[in-house]
């Protein structure tokens, strides 16, 4: 399986910016989807997740009310709605994907990741 993102680039403070993420070689079905971001000099971190079996969803703190995460069962496509960019979101921002049953829906974290991307820059000027 493959996911392949897009949508990254320089956007001013308040801006916003969508990602896509591509899935290839496998379905969403009975999977959670979800997005890390990695700032330099810094630890990764999950952003957000969705659970595909009943569309719930996890944010972190930090973006909460900012940004949106939805899948497109169809075309096998996961987006991340960002909105209100502050500088403290550039990253890189991966999709990622793993087996429900590795996910708890209180938090995303790496362990049990089945699937995930090589990245899209995201940077937001002040």
């Known amino acids: 399986g493959l996911l392949v993102e897009s949508g990254g680039g320089l956007v001013q403070a308040g801006g916003s910016l969508r990602l896509s993420c591509a899935a290839s070689g496998f379905t969403f079905d009975g999977k959670a989807m979800g997005w890390f971001r990695q700032a330099p000099g810094k630890k990764r971190e999950g952003v957000s997740a969705i659970n595909s079996r009943d569309g719930s969803t996890y944010y972190r703190d930090s973006v909460k009310g900012r940004f949106t995460i939805s899948y497109d069962n169809a075309k096998n496509t996961v987006y991340l709605q960002m909105n209100s960019l502050k500088p403290e979101d550039t990253a890189v921002y991966y999709c990622?994907?793993?087996?429900?049953?590795?996910?708890?829906?209180?938090?995303?974290?790496?362990?049990?990741?089945?699937?995930w991307g090589k990245g899209t820059l995201v940077t937001v000027s002040s």
């Open positions: 990622t994907a793993k087996n429900l049953d590795e996910y708890g829906g209180y938090y995303w974290s790496w362990d049990g990741m089945n699937y």
